[in-house]
């Protein structure tokens, strides 16, 4: 439960919108990145997909560190 996955998106070297396993959702930075966010957060099929990142990502490899 300590392990959090981070998906941040970024345009010329600003983020404006990140993914976090914790919250469960997307987070807009900008006026973009709240709209994005609010498109991606509608979308039951690619947050399920964010969330299995972290399953996929994290816990298989916690262990070897």
Do not use: H
Not at 30 to 49: H, I, M, R, V
Not at 51 to 65: G, M, N, P, S
Request: one cysteine or more; hydrophobic letters at 30%; proline letters at 2%.
């Amino acid at each position: 439960n300590d392990i959090e996955y981070i998906r941040s998106t970024y345009y010329n070297m600003v983020e404006y919108a990140r993914f976090s396993s914790s919250l469960g959702k997307f987070v807009g930075y900008t006026e973009y990145g709240l709209k994005q966010a609010e498109y991606w957060n509608k979308d039951p099929s690619y947050l399920a997909a964010m969330k299995a990142q972290k399953e996929r990502y994290c816990k298989l490899t916690v262990d070897i560190d």
